[in-house]
T-cell receptor
Framework: SQQGEEDPQALSIQEGENATMNCSYK?????LQWYRQNSGRGLVHLIL?????REKHSGRLRVTLDTSKKSSSLLITASRAADTASYFC????????????FGQGTRLTINP | DAGITQSPRYKITETGRQVTLMCHQT?????MFWYRQDLGHGLRLIYY???????DKGEVPDGYVVSRSKTENFPLTLESATRSQTSVYFC?????????????FGQGTRLTVV
């Protein structure tokens, strides 16, 4: 079974609003990563957070990690139409940090 | 061009036929992966390779064969295609920067088994 599960499965907001997606996982991790997938394309890496980190920022992205709850969140601030995509969390375990296990993704739609 | 490329981008094959999906990367990354993406399942790992001549099963390996004789290539073969193998297949690679490295994905191969 998959390691990560994302919530919500779909999210639709207005341009300029903030979007928050959540990810839960089951086993101990080495790192957690977020990826974006535009329709019909491959996945693109957004941000990586290590298991000993609690928060990380990259531009309009903010990722938090709570290892006690086995959960992470991705916040996109001031959303743009170009942010419309599917977002996936992926976890690397202690036994296999590079062998990423993906969640089912959140489909984000930004309405103009 | 540098990067990771998959071929073909689209493939239609008949049940029972053998089909090979190709993946080539130019970064000399150690790790390479094959995932399949299906509605409702996200991405699931089929096989991965830590280096040339080293491969291991992922979550859903049945019906698939891989090889890695050269670092840059990681072909995926469906020995006898079934309709349940209709999916979008993604190849990915990651480097040797320790455990905290990102994966780079190809554009995907959309395979339809009829």
């Amino acid at each position: 079974s998959q390691q990560g599960e994302e919530d919500p499965q779909a999210l639709s907001i207005q341009e300029g609003e903030n979007a928050t997606m959540n990810c839960s996982y089951k086993t101990s991790i080495n790192n957690l990563q977020w990826y974006r997938q535009n329709s019909g394309r491959g996945l693109v890496h957004l941000i990586l957070i290590r298991s000993n980190e609690r928060e990380k920022h990259s531009g309009r992205l903010r990722v938090t990690l709570d290892t006690s709850k086995k959960s992470s969140s991705l916040l996109i601030t001031a959303s743009r139409a170009a942010d419309t995509a599917s977002y996936f969390c992926a976890t690397g375990t202690i036994q296999g940090a590079q062998k990423l296990v993906f969640g089912q993704g959140t489909r984000l739609t930004i309405n103009p | 061009d540098a990067g990771i490329t998959q071929s073909p981008r689209y493939k239609i094959t008949e049940t029972g036929r053998q089909v090979t999906l190709m993946c080539h990367q130019t970064w000399s990354h150690s790790y390479m992966f094959w995932y399949r993406q299906d509605l409702g399942h996200g991405l699931r790992l089929i096989y991965y390779s830590a280096a040339a001549d080293i491969t291991d099963k992922g979550e859903v390996p049945d019906g698939y064969v891989v090889s890695r004789s050269k670092t840059e290539n990681f072909p995926l073969t469906l020995e006898s295609a079934t309709r349940s193998q209709t999916s979008v297949y993604f190849c990915a690679s990651s480097g040797t920067g320790g455990p905290y490295t990102e994966a780079f994905f190809g554009q995907g191969t959309r395979l339809t088994v009829v």
